[in-house]
């Protein structure tokens, strides 16, 4: 099956997907300063340039959008066109973030994902019940990982 946009029009549309500053991340942002947290952003020294770095906790947050970083989840789906190019896409994402994870932990950051389906879709939980479980990870230093997703049964 083709593309039903033109060459250029199809790319002017991928150029224009932000890999930051992206508004589940800007959400998670201001949610976590108005907490009185305060962070570094896309620290370029770190592997991946996590997207919220908190030095205080040795901790990073990465905010993964469901189907750039095939999630398995209600907003992750293969396109219909092209699969193979998308498959192979979104298997190199999740390639390169298993090694980037690796590698923060190697060098003793704490991790943390929150996942889009987290705080956008129907299955999403309520953005005070994301921050506080944010909060209670950073608070708790022997907990080195946290993944946050939407709730399963909706």
Known sequence: MTDVHHPSVRSKNMSAIKSKNTKP?????????????RFRLHV????????IVL??????ILVNGCFWHGHHCHLSS??????????????????????????LLDAGWRLGIVWECAIKGSTRQTLDSVID????????PTTLAIEISGKANV
């Open 25 to 37: 991340e800007l959400t998670i942002r201001k949610a976590l300063h108005a907490c009185g947290l």
């Open 44 to 51: 370029k020294t770190l592997p991946g340039r996590p997207d």
């Open 55 to 60: 030095p205080r906790y040795k901790a990073v």
């Open 78 to 103: 293969t396109p219909k066109t092209r699969q193979e190019l998308w498959l192979g896409k979104i298997s190199n994402s999740m390639s390169r973030d298993r090694l980037v994870h690796d590698q």
């Open 133 to 140: 479980e944010l909060e209670d990870w950073l608070h708790e």
